[in-house]
């Protein structure tokens, strides 16, 4: 078993300035698991950024296929912590077993699907426009254009995937992939789980001779803006609340040199519920979203927190399919006492707000760190209106129905909505022309729209978009889940007469890298 010492992990070793004084806290009792931690100093985070900085010269330039390895190599590192690393998560984050053994895998998974990536190269976007000489009135120079990496890169640990989304989750993943060193700020509500992990990535770099800077994670409450302000820094990928993603983002404009934070936020994931829908399998559909919108304690980024259809008997009929199904739902542990609070706020709001009444609760919470399920049931002006206690999403087990007039009501009140993650259509055949209105509309709206589902699943893959317009993220532009997540961390350079010597082996003429490239408007990997 792996030691979890609470230190720093700076260029390759473990750091602490001060004494070690933030304690894990068992997410279910609230006391201390007797794991603690050491505050980070400002002076270690310039250590850790400084190290990612040197180690970017060199790392940046390693090939596809070392940083395919690489990933690989965490993978296996993290399999080898065994069940030590999901039995430290289960006490850190109270989520089940069952769970954690499936994020594990997840997070294999993915590490394991961008070595696939790197290895296919059409993530370096590699252009060719040969040289016309004799092209009149005006010869043309040889263009060639790929993809480099940022620089070192901010990551946050995310509290609800204490595997996933955190130190090598996602955006640490997608940052190495495209040959930027990660500087990580770990989560206080899983800071053990987050000295597993890097353990793991740190033996990595060793047995793949990487430079010690390419990986580095810091602890503490007080250090993520002096992180994001760091000159050295040039990206930030960041899973959290809309005011801890906005105070980054405004951080990371307000520097003299701007630079990107990828932060997803807030969002409501409305799902439309049509007509036909509805007579055929109204009571399936309603024990289906109370599900989702209670999995995991409603502790999901795309968890169903809005439920609109047009008003009839059957709607009517469904909403009370919708309240037994939230009265059945059991009590569940959240990630902490800070998130169990600001739940509990969140519905207290609900409750004091014009417009909204409380439709029904779950069971009654049995232990001090439980929650109990809420349905809310809104007028259909709060909808129209683009009411803000609408539109903020109450993190936790708890979902808003309405019904409207009609369509046109229905097409006017979503498009009042801000941006999505996700928006959901559940219809059947009989549906399609609403069907299709709707996924114009929604296309507008969210990152992702799915038919006859539910959001809380997302698929880590070639097509999946984690990602939405304002404020589901601070840039709808990309993903946090998928291989075009990578997109989010390198920039494009074209290189004009450039000897073959000293271009990238993606634009070379004999194409080393054996990758399709985009030659004179033609798609091939032959060579030139």
Known sequence: MLQILGQQFIDGQRVAANAAALDSIDASSYAATGHQFCQATLDEVNLAVAAAQRAFAVYSQTSPEQRATFLEEIATQIEALGSQLQDVAVVETGLPLGRLQGETGRVTGQLRLFATLLRRGDFLGARIDLALPERKPLPRVDLRQCKIALGPVAVFGASNFPLAFSTAGGDTVAALAAGCPVVFKAHSGHMATADLVAQAIVKAIEVCQLPTGTFNMIFGARVGADLVAHPQIQAVGFTGSLEGGMALYHIAQNRPQPIPVFAEMSSINPVVVLPNALAQRGEQIAKDTVASFTLGCGQFCTKPGLIVGVKSPAFDTFIQQLVASTQAAAPQVMLNAGTLKSYQHGVQALNEEAGF?????????????????????????VLLSGNAKLQHEVFGPV???????????????????????????????????????LLQLLSHKAGRVLFNGFPTGVEVSDAMVHGGPFPATSDARGTSVGTAAIERFLRPVCYQNTPQALLPAALQDHNPLGIVRLVNGQWNAAAL
Not at 359 to 377: D, K, V, W
Not at 412 to 421: E, I, K, M, P, V
Request: aromatic share 2%; hydrophobic share 50%; glycine share 6%.
């Open 357 to 381: 009444s409380c439709l029904a609760q779950g069971q009654a919470a049995e232990q001090a760190s439980q929650a109990t399920a809420h349905l809310f049931q809104a007028e259909q002006s």
């Open 399 to 437: 979902s808003i129905v309405i019904a409207v007039d009609d369509v046109a009501t229905l097409h006017a009140g979503l498009q009042a909505l801000a941006g999505q993650l996700t928006a959901t259509i559940i219809s059947e055949d009989a549906d399609l022309a609403e069907a299709g209105e």
